[in-house]
């Protein structure tokens, strides 16, 4: 099967892109991360990675061509097949809307890969630094795949070849006219349920589908927005009675605790992943997959990002991540600065580095200070679940509790899994009931689908 | 928090920066190094061609400018064709913008936010130009920049005119743009003492502040490439 290759997006900004320069000619053997053209937006030239192997089949512009993002700009395949006509993808599904691009990754990243399915400057985005990944050695297998799938929604980049090819068994079965519906809507087909013969998803179902079920747009839109590090917003008259009448039951800090239960399956499997492949080089801690998931989740969330300053709350656009540590005579919180932009290794390295330094008491108090949100995780004390209290004038902590192999219902099953609980401690007067919820469920859906901590 | 590690290299040809620059991009690549560098140099006169490079750019024939002395390199950074010169800060950037922002955009917007932050300290009034690339003042070109990104890694960078000879730039079109005029900081700010280290200072320092992480100054030994390959993280 053929796979497209196209001008991918250099910037959430960039409209179109120059294609400088062929780097591959047609006929010529192309492997997987091959630079196969330069392209240049404004000033700067970026390459065009390969995201599958094969021949160079076709260049469908030509060098200094400036091209929209998205569009089609060749084709990689086996050597003699014919290039599809027109824009249409091929059956196999190289630009099958998201949920079936999933699918074709699933055998990598497990069955519910959140697939990449929002605006294609963020998706391609997301493909490159994917792409990345695959390329430089974090090749685990789940991280190649799920380049795949980023790339496969922008429009059939990554064609998930083999993917698609061999796995049958996680395949949504859609009809053409239901698929197109799913790919304008962003709806991942997945989480829809066929009416169809053999539940197969016809338009009906789509029509049916709640807004809900276009989650995996998060993928991409997880980006931190442009602007003000914060804004202040004045109470409104709602906020100002909620915080009067809470108080005075629960003062002076009216707290509410959500607990949910995270399936940490796959997230063990992820770290097992890194460690065959990278050895002792990278160190990827239970909890720095908590870390990265919760600044992800915040950016998300921004109603649970913020603090609360008495005449007004001030809603964090950046994201510092307080992290408690124990010490001798106390506990310390320094803090993960922009955790958000980070990758999980440096919030790895980041967080041993100021824990160490926190038990040594070495930390300036800006380390120590201005977090947005906290966490304090005792799972090592093998700690089931707790509650922690709200480090002011933060609105919300997450208290993480140990991961424990249980029994629990799989497919009808009772299996033993690896689960988590955490608890978030809410301050009412910033944080209502169900954005905490809210909150929660985008932190469980990332935990348990981990592969999108990756790129 | 990781730093930026600054390596001021003084006067070196432009060839051998370039190899290593792209020896440091690709090891950055391939995860054998690990910290964000920006590199300080100064170049004997050199002209380098840009992926964006239009014919009309280069006036004089290339050979005739070789028989000149001065060298002539086509590259593979955006852009067109640049001069530099001793009294020209050159600075190339070597970051993974995985760690900061995967966004050339923002990238080029940021480095040109660092030159106009430097310019404000010796009373230099420095603003962007809508759709040219660079940093200008009063209509003026006072320093370009051209990028090319390896898999979000970064190298070339910019150059910001000091003191230069500007009659130099007669020789070529600068960036492409019929009628430019280049400027220089001495030109703008008249005398100043001890000019080439305080530049050198209020850049780094800008770029710290821009892209908030520390400058550390490092030896050029750290450039060294490392004895044995290490596998990278995620990227």
């Known amino acids: ?455 | 928090m990781t730093a930026i590690h600054l390596v001021d290299l003084g006067r070196r040809r432009y060839g051998e920066v370039l190899e290593l620059q792209r020896r440091l991009c690709r090891e950055r690549v391939t995860g054998q190094r690990h910290e964000d560098l920006l590199l300080f140099v100064e170049h004997d006169p050199v002209i380098t061609l840009g992926r964006g490079t239009k014919a009309t750019s280069l006036p004089i024939p290339p050979e005739t400018l070789t028989a000149r002395g001065l060298e002539v390199f086509e590259v593979e950074r955006g852009g067109d064709v640049t001069l530099h010169a001793p009294g020209q800060l050159v600075g190339y950037p070597i970051f993974h913008l995985s760690h900061h922002r995967p966004d050339l955009h923002w990238y080029l917007r940021a480095i040109e936010e660092a030159l106009i932050e430097a310019l404000g300290r010796f009373g230099i009034q420095a603003e962007r130009n809508p759709g040219y690339t660079g940093v200008w003042t009063g209509g003026r070109k006072i320093a370009s920049i051209g990028i090319h990104v390896k898999q979000w890694v970064t190298f070339h960078g910019f150059a910001l005119n000091v003191s230069t000879a500007l009659d130099l730039f007669d020789l070529i079109v600068p960036c492409g743009i019929e009628g430019v005029t280049m400027t220089s900081i001495a030109r703008e700010a008249g005398a100043v003492p001890d000019l080439d280290r305080r530049v050198r200072a209020e850049v780094a320092a800008a770029f710290g502040r821009v892209f908030d992480r520390e400058v550390v100054t490092a030896d050029a030994a750290l450039l060294v490439p490392p004895v044995e390959p290490a596998a990278d993280a995620q990227r």
């Open chain 1, 1 to 455: 099967m053929a796979t497209k290759i196209v001008m991918e997006a250099l910037s959430p900004t960039m409209e179109e892109g120059r294609l400088v320069e062929w780097k591959k000619a047609e006929g010529q053997p192309v492997a997987a991360g091959d630079v196969l053209a330069e392209v240049e937006t404004d000033k700067a030239v970026m390459e065009l990675v390969a995201r599958a192997a094969g021949v160079l089949l076709k260049q469908t512009v030509a060098a200094g061509a400036t091209v929209p993002v998205s569009s089609l700009v060749g084709w990689i395949g086996q050597p003699g097949e014919a290039v599809p006509d027109g824009a249409s993808g091929p059956a196999t599904g190289a630009a099958a809307p998201a949920g079936a691009s999933a699918a074709g990754a699933a055998p990598a990243a497990g069955s519910a890969a959140p697939a990449a399915g929002g605006t294609a400057a963020g998706a391609a985005s997301a493909g490159v630094g994917a792409g990345a990944g695959a390329a430089g050695a974090a090749g685990a297998a789940g991280a190649a795949g799920a380049a795949g799938a980023a790339g496969a929604a922008q429009g059939g980049a990554a064609g998930a070849g083999a993917g698609a090819a061999t796995a049958p068994a996680g395949r949504v079965k859609a009809s053409p006219l239901a698929r197109r519906i799913a790919a304008d809507k962003g709806v991942d087909l997945t989480r829809v349920t066929g009416s169809g013969p053999e539940g197969r998803v016809i338009k009906r179902d789509l029509d049916r589908a709640p807004a809900a079920a276009a989650a995996p747009t998060r993928a991409v839109t997880r980006r931190r927005p442009d602007g003000p590090p914060f804004e202040d917003t004045p109470l409104t008259q709602i906020r100002k009675t909620i915080a009067k009448r809470l108080v005075q039951s629960i003062g002076p800090i009216p707290t509410f605790y959500l607990t949910t239960e995270i399936d940490m399956e796959r997230a063990a499997d992820l770290r097992e992943q890194i460690k065959a492949t990278q050895g002792d080089a990278v160190k990827v801690s239970f909890n720095d997959l908590v870390v990265r998931a919760v600044a992800l989740t915040l950016v998300e969330h921004r109603a649970c990002n913020a603090w609360w300053l008495d005449d007004k709350i001030r809603y964090w656009n950046e994201v510092h991540v307080s992290m408690a540590v124990a010490v001798p005579d106390g506990l310390i919180t320094p803090v993960i600065r922009n955790a958000d932009l980070k990758s999980l290794t440096e919030i790895g390295a980041e967080s041993r580095e100021l824990a160490g330094r926190a038990r040594e008491r070495k930390l300036k108090p800006e380390e120590y200070t201005g977090g947005t949100f906290s966490i304090s995780n005792l799972g090592m004390f093998d700690i089931e679940h707790f509650t922690a209290v709200i480090n002011p004038p933060e609105a919300g902590i997450l208290a993480v509790g140990s991961i424990a192999t249980v029994p629990a219902v799989v497919g009808g099953q009772v299996v033993p899994r690896k689960r988590m609980r955490v608890t978030m401690s809410c301050d009412h007067r910033v944080i209502d009931g169900a954005t905490g919820a809210e909150f929660l469920k985008t932190l469980k859906q990332l935990l348990e689908n981990p592969i999108s901590l990756v790129w």
